[in-house]
């Protein structure tokens, strides 16, 4: 028997598709690429991809124009699968524990630069009781928390400064960098407020590198980023040597929420069939349930857990592991506009989490298959 997966490379059209299928519009992808890479090619800032929304070699290829270098990971997992596919120059932004020294280390020999990411004491000096063969240096950003909250010490706390010290003057260390994400981007709405967090992040960072300088820590590179301040990044951004923004490439109905895109601009679906209809509660099931979109956005959106492409009028209201139930707004339901057996296609809140729930992407070009993409999974 043909499963799913399978049959999706000899389906011609997306609408013929086994469901549910997580598809990927190849032609909308390239553009947010695109404007991306053409964006702060303008602006002479290094674009430093994140990985963590597709996780595959393909559309890699596409967020970095074929040059597989310059991009940021978010797992071991993907740090490897990288390497293993040929690129190079990859950072791994997330904090080092002594667990994955290790695996850290075999990958900073094997590549020509590959970067690990620190915000405690305790960490550097687990990279200098592991010092890289070959002559190498562990190229090590330093994580500034300017206002996100998440990873980093804060920018203005003396300890920051601190750290960057001892980073610099560590044996068998380099202080390359130093990375803040500015994530507090996603509480915006609107260009004016993404464009306020921008701002003070870079000045955070910039301040920051000027600090290094006046005690005497020179070349330091600096690099901040999200999709909603790279999608509308401020001109001081300029002074920065690299950004790292992700989700962008796909997008998602939560950046546009926020103003980091048009509709137009998602590149991804969920297509869905419907499977019931159950005039007595008004509803329609569907073949889409957590494991096919994920739970990400908790349903707040007027329409629920997703947009209802072309039908603002429906809502998913709920679903479990396999089955998704749909319903009017308000009003009843006119059935006979939805057959059993009929595609729904569904715009993801979170595009990153519901990239997550599918072994395999369906690309298509205006509805016609494309190809397949594969993701890497794991930590
Ligand atoms: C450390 C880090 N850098 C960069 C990014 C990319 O940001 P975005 O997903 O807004 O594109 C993320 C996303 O979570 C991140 O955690």
Redesign the pocket.
């Known amino acids: 028997m043909k499963d799913c997966v399978k049959m999706a490379s000899s389906t011609q059209f997306t609408k013929d598709l086994c469901t549910p299928a997580f598809t990927v519009d190849l032609d909308t992808v390239r553009r947010n690429s695109d404007a991306m890479l053409d964006r702060f090619l303008r602006l002479g800032v290094q674009l430093r991809p ?1 990985m ?2 597709h996780k595959t070699i393909e559309c890699a290829d596409i967020m970095t124009r074929g040059s597989r270098r310059c991009i ?1 990971v ?1 797992t071991l997992a993907e740090a490897s699968f990288y390497a293993d596919g040929g690129y190079d120059d990859i950072l791994y ?1 997330y904090p080092v524990t002594s667990d994955k020294v290790q695996r850290c280390a075999e990958l900073s020999e094997k590549l020509s630069l590959f970067h690990v990411l620190v915000d405690n004491s305790l960490a550097l000096q687990e990279l200098k009781a592991r010092p890289l063969k070959q002559g190498k240096v562990w190229n090590v950003w330093l994580k500034l928390d300017c206002d996100n909250g998440r ?1 980093g010490i804060p920018h203005s706390d003396p300890a920051a400064l601190q750290l960057a010290k001892e980073i610099s003057e560590a044996e068998g260390v380099e202080l390359t960098g130093i990375y803040a ?1 500015c ?1 507090n981007t996603y509480g915006c709405k609107g260009e004016e407020q993404i464009k306020a967090i921008a701002q003070e992040t870079t000045s955070s960072v910039l301040q920051f590198v000027e600090k290094l300088k006046a005690v005497g820590i020179q070349d330091v590179k600096s690099s901040i ?4 301040s790279c999608s509308h990044p401020v001109l001081d951004m300029a002074m920065l040597s690299e950004v ?5 490439v796909f997008y998602d109905v939560q950046q546009m929420l926020i103003g980091s895109c048009r509709l137009e601009d998602i590149a991804v679906r969920v297509l869905t069939r419907i499977i019931g209809h159950y005039p007595h509660r008004n509803q329609l099931l569907v073949d889409c349930g957590w494991a096919a979109l994920s739970h990400d956005g908790g349903g707040r959106l007027p329409t629920g857990y997703a947009i209802i492409d072309g039908h603002p009028d429906l809502k998913l209201v709920s679903m479990t592991q396999e089955h998704g139930r749909v319903e009017p707004i308000s009003g009843k339901l006119d059935f006979s506009q939805f057959p059993l057996g009929s595609m729904l296609s569904l715009l993801p809140y979170h595009a ?1 989490a519901t990239a997550m729930m599918h072994p395999v992407y369906i690309v298509h070009s205006k509805g016609k298959v494309v190809g397949t993409w594969k993701p890497t999974r794991g930590w």
């Open positions: 994140h963590k929304t940021v978010s932004a990873v994400h994530g980023g999200s999709t909603p790292h923004p992700g989700n962008y990153c």
